[in-house]
């Protein structure tokens, strides 16, 4: 997977340390797997926690949803908004922090 260019970026500027403990397996299979990929341990390990980090933040943007259900979100989201009296009036009200004419 070619590297992207805040991945790039991200990698070449090691302005702080970042260290983490791991067993002598877990540390021999990622230093393996570092060779196979002809890089560094460090760089393996930033790359590859990296994409993890992005994807688990894209899951908090991106969600599927069964056709059905799709279909009862799109009619909600189309839906007239509902009139509720109370947010209305709170919305509209004068804040504690508005300036004062």
């Known amino acids: 997977m070619?590297?992207?260019n805040t991945?790039?970026?991200a990698l070449?500027?090691?302005a702080s340390r970042f260290s983490i403990r791991a067993s002598a397996t877990q540390k021999r299979v990622i230093a393996e797997a570092a060779r196979i990929k002809?890089?560094?341990i460090s760089d393996f390990v930033l790359e590859q926690?990296?994409?993890a980090a992005q994807h688990v933040i894209a899951d908090q943007v991106h969600f599927k949803l069964p056709k059905k259900?799709?279909?009862e979100?799109?009619?909600a989201l189309d839906a007239p908004p509902k009139t509720i009296t109370a947010l209305r009036r709170l919305?509209?009200?004068r804040g504690l922090f508005d300036a004062t004419r």
Request: proline share 0%.
């Open 69 to 71: 259900q799709w279909k």
């Open 91 to 93: 919305l509209t009200k």
């Open 2 to 4: 070619a590297k992207t």
């Open 73 to 75: 979100f799109c009619n």
């Open 49 to 51: 926690s990296l994409t």
């Open 38 to 40: 002809d890089t560094t």
């Open 12 to 14: 070449t500027q090691k």
């Open 7 to 9: 991945m790039r970026k």
